[in-house]
């Protein structure tokens, strides 16, 4: 319980009393079987827990954190009972039943028994480096060393050989934590397409051969005010410097992340998107003519928004925190793993800021000629407005260009290879995904003079009639070009994909999808409920309230059913006084030598398995049968009898320790 | 003399009969100095006829009856009959071969439950009531039944009563090769039970029972003992578990060992090394239990490695 010193504290309290108290119960087979089915259940239950609040990825690491105090009653049977093992049977549902079976039908089955204890050792163990405070460099090797005590002061042999065997123990932790480290990474980022998301560049698949594939998961969720219709496109960054392969900010003085500014209007804050706006443009950008929608998804730190191209303002997000940059790209800290709230748009601003003139004309000197080439050929120059321009521009590759997921087009890494992928899309094959449209359009803008950029984000397409809300995948990922509308001051998009790619998405309506579909909307929905102020606190308190419900009934049960531990344990029915003769102290001795005595074995049969090893081997047939006269004949015993079995017994212990 | 070197006298004329089945042999002793009843279970030819026949010859004075045990077998076979006498107007009391020391049911198996219950009151309360006049049995009076656990045809397998008067059901089981040869040479001429001479008498087997009663038994293992008879009640793969006179049985038996090995108390070994005797025949498995092969001596053993013992 790194991290948690309160919990972890109990929990040894409650685990270490057992020696120092008399309190005990008689757990049988069934009572462990009732410990393990609370604690997979309430195993079952954090993890579910757990997992609707992150991912399954980030779950597991959780849960391995909590399962010492999710262990406990397994533990508190064994601690608490008056067996020190328990059967391993109890653990697995078929074994359980097999031995029912087997008992019903007379069969003989031996039942292995285990320590708990060495388990739940291993648990808490796997929990601390788990824990919130376990990434120290000095975690790792305080445990290797507070184990080596622990195991010092137990065995209490062979220093060197424990050291040894610990260094490895610690080179192979070092190693196991390094590559768990990393596995989690991988793990979550295979999971997560979103958190690899960096604001300031963005890799494509334009020069590169293959099929685009993207994930049919929904991403956000859209719901318009009624009678209004949503925003075609929602962006989530821009980028202005096209590379080989990749879109990049350019210059890197620009990438800084800003608060937004918030504004208090009819006592309610928004979140103004654009920066830096005079009084006037504040206020126009929470007006309340401007449209709106509500926007719905899972997010965690840094998850960019999907916002339109001239979102206004935000308001009702729960977050800790929400800063974009000069490109407009908006992101978000938020309080909880699901956000909503209402974005206000067509407010006549841009998020970002206005034109950089030397980077937002930039084009990689290869392209150059083949561009010049292509905005002579579309006469763009004899346009004489923007709208013109763009209106020529769109209608040149609806007619000459197809829109494909399967991509041919081939090129080097390098931009300096000619052709360039760009040259062979736009007079060669003439075919490709959004991410070829975009960047051509934008560089072509460039070329006649127009300041441009790349942006990425969503197509609003999908509407679920049902719940009056458009939804928005990850196979909706679009990619469009943003201009700069100098008339208005304010940058606008520019979609030059052909409409046909809207018919070219694979069919999302399986029953699998459909099924995670409405799971993440049940998860999101539920969110969404308990993290509202009122709900919360109801959860808190029916939470608590089954809890402490379940602890209260499994405390009562305990609390009649406890007893004390007698001095000796005696078995079961039997009240009277029990004789201790000297031999008994041999029991820890033999122990060590012949393991665990079965419970049906008597003791004199069992110390009988010493004499092959015994060179008094006379002794030990005496003193067993001192032992049994004074243990089971109710006649009184010689007056010498006792002496002669504690000078037996001292001679056969020291025989047993010389080995 | 030592009770114990009677004891080991009668045990080693026995022994010298039967042989390679000292265990069996002392354990059947034991049963007889308890003043219980056996049954031997086994196939045909391990000796259990000659045991009971070595037993009775090596008891001076004690007196041997056999009563072969066949379908039309009727109690008054067994028990005795009254006979009008028209001599002396007056029904005269011809006693059965019940009334002896050592009786030899041969295949108790075959008679009907009917003649098999008449043996109930005998071997429960050593005496007999025919007539409505109830005589009393002697005072060695020591049962041993033989049956066949291979033939089923023709048999009446024994009523749960009459089997829980038995305090302890045997088998003596195949001997070793060499044991075999030597049983092979010993009856070269004349059967050795033939020339078996008595070595106690009657009165010193009474003794020796006496003797048992009087071995020291312990409060804690008459703990156990109900402990160990307790723990097939309750048992899912037992449908009629034992009764309280198992218990009692396993009690006696216990000390009448005790007496063999020349103890004078009884140790939780001796209980178990007897346990699966006295009460797995007690004992009626479940149907499912019966049918997956497991025996109800097995069980005993398990619930005597389950059930803690007093250390």
Redesign the interface.
């Known amino acids: 319980m790194t991290g948690r010193p309160l919990t972890g504290i109990l929990l040894a309290f409650i685990v270490e009393s057992a020696h120092w108290t008399k309190l005990r119960w008689d757990f049988d087979e069934e009572d462990c079987g009732r410990a393990w089915q609370l604690t997979t259940i309430a195993i079952g239950l954090a993890s579910l827990l757990i997992y609707l609040d992150t991912s399954l990825i980030n779950a597991m690491p959780i849960v391995l954190t909590w399962l010492p105090p999710l262990l406990l009653p397994m533990q508190f049977v064994q601690s608490y009972g008056l067996k020190d093992s328990l059967p391993v049977n109890t653990f697995s549902f078929l074994a359980k039943h097999r031995r ?1 079976r087997n ?8 039942v292995i028994h285990i320590n708990f204890g060495n388990l739940y050792f291993v648990t808490i163990l796997m929990g601390s480096t788990m824990g919130t405070d376990a990434n120290g460099w000095f975690f790792l090797p305080g445990i290797i060393v507070l184990t080596g005590w622990l195991l010092l002061s137990a065995s209490g042999s062979r220093p060197l050989a424990l050291f040894i065997a610990l260094s490895v123990a610690g080179c192979l932790a070092v190693a196991g934590q390094l590559g768990l480290n990393e596995l989690q990474t991988w793990l979550g980022n295979r999971a997560s397409g979103r958190s690899a998301f960096d604001p300031n560049s963005v890799s494509t698949m334009v020069g590169r051969p293959g099929t685009v594939a993207l994930s049919p998961d929904i991403v956000w969720r859209l719901r318009p005010a009624p009678n209004t219709s949503p925003p075609a496109l929602l962006r989530t960054a821009t980028y202005n410097n096209y590379g080989p392969s990749s879109w990049d900010c350019r210059p890197s003085t620009d990438k800084h992340f800003k608060d937004l500014d918030t504004r208090l209007f009819e006592n309610d804050p928004y979140f103004i998107l654009a920066q830096g706006t005079g009084e006037q443009a504040q206020l126009q950008a929470v007006g309340k003519n401007l449209p709106r929608f509500n926007l719905r998804g899972a997010a965690s730190a840094e998850t960019p928004l999907a916002l339109p191209g001239d979102g206004a303002s935000l308001r009702d997000f729960e977050l800790d925190g929400i800063e974009r940059n000069s490109f407009g790209t908006v992101r978000v800290f938020p309080k909880h793993s699901v956000i909503e709230g209402t974005v206000l748009w067509k407010g006549k601003t841009s998020p970002e800021n206005p034109p950089i003139s030397i980077a937002d004309l930039d084009i990689p000197i290869p392209e150059r000629e083949m561009l010049k080439g292509v905005v002579n050929e579309l006469h763009l120059d004899a346009a004489p407005t923007l709208e013109d321009k763009l209106a020529i521009i769109r209608t040149w590759f609806q007619r000459e260009f197809r829109y494909t997921r399967e991509l041919t087009i081939s090129s080097s890494g390098s931009v300096f290879t000619k052709p360039t992928a760009m040259a062979q899309f736009l007079t060669m094959s003439r075919a490709g995904h959004c991410e070829y449209f975009a960047s051509a359009a934008t560089l072509i803008l460039r070329e006649a003079g127009i300041p441009a950029r790349y942006a990425t984000g969503y197509a609003v397409m999908e509407r679920d009639a049902k719940h009056a809300e458009f939804v928005i995948r990850g196979i909706h990922g679009h990619a469009w070009c943003r201009v700069w509308d100098a008339a208005n001051s304010q940058w606008t998009d520019f979609d030059t994909t052909p409409g046909t790619w809207l018919e070219t998405l694979p069919p999302k309506d399986t029953l699998k999808q459909r099924f995670n579909d409405a799971v993440k909307r049940l998860r999101e929905d539920f969110f969404l409920w308990r993290n509202r102020p009122a709900n919360r606190l109801a959860v808190t308190l029916f939470m608590s309230a089954i809890g402490l419900g379940v602890l209260g009934f499994v405390l009562k049960r305990l609390w009649k059913s406890k007893r004390r531990l007698e001095a000796e344990k ?5 009240e ?1 006084p ?1 004789i201790r003769t000297p031999l ?1 102290a041999l029991e820890a001795q033999a122990e060590k030598r012949l393991g665990p ?9 069992w110390l009988l398995r010493l004499r092959p090893g015994l060179r008094a081997s006379n002794a030990l047939d005496e003193a067993i049968e001192i032992h ?2 004074l ?5 009184p015993p010689l007056p010498t009898e006792r002496e002669k079995l504690t000078e037996l017994a001292r001679q056969l212990e020291s025989e047993i320790k010389r080995g | 003399m030592s009770i114990s070197a009677t004891a080991h006298r009668l045990e080693a004329a026995v022994c010298s009969i039967v042989r390679g089945q000292p265990e069996v042999v002392r354990r059947v002793l034991a049963c007889m100095i308890s003043g219980g009843h056996v049954l031997l279970e086994d196939v045909p030819g391990t000796g259990k006829t000659t045991l009971a026949k070595a037993i009775s010859k090596a008891i001076g004075g004690a007196v041997f009856k056999r009563v072969q045990f066949t379908p039309d077998l009727l109690p008054s076979d067994i028990l005795g009959i009254s006979v009008f006498d028209p001599r002396s107007q007056e029904f005269r009391f011809h006693a059965g071969p019940v009334f002896t020391d050592i009786l030899l049911a041969d295949e108790i198996n075959r008679a009907s439950p009917r003649t098999q219950s008449a043996l109930l009151e005998a071997m429960g309360e050593r005496q007999a009531t025919i007539d409505g006049k109830r005589y009393d049995l002697d005072s060695i009076f020591f049962v041993i039944a033989t049956q066949n656990p291979v033939e089923f045809r023709g048999t009446y397998p024994l009523p749960e009563a009459q089997m829980d008067r038995f305090a302890m059901q045997c088998s003596l089981g195949y001997v070793s090769a060499a044991e075999e040869a030597a049983i092979l040479s010993d009856q070269a001429g004349t059967h050795p039970v033939d020339l078996l001479e008595p070595v106690v008498s009657r009165e010193e087997i009474l003794e020796l029972m006496a003797a048992a009663r009087r071995v020291r038994f312990s409060e804690e293992l008459r703990h156990y003992v109900v402990a160990l008879v307790g723990a097939t009640r309750g048992h899912p793969a037992i449908q009629l578990a034992a009764s309280p006179r198992a218990s009692l049985a396993l009690m006696k038996v216990s000390q009448a060992l005790a007496v063999f090995q020349g103890d004078d108390f009884v140790s939780p070994e001796l209980i178990q090394s007897v346990a699966a005797d006295v009460i797995a025949h007690r004992m009626v498995l479940a149907p499912e239990a019966k049918y997956s092969g497991a025996g109800a001596r097995q069980m005993i053993a398990d619930i005597i490695e389950q059930t803690p013992v007093p250390v």
């Open positions: 029912r008992l019903r039908l007379g069969l003989s089955g031996s005696s078995f079961i029915g039997y009277g029990v008994h005595r079965p419970p049906g074995l008597p003791f004199g049969t049994q006269r243990r089971f004949d109710p006649a």
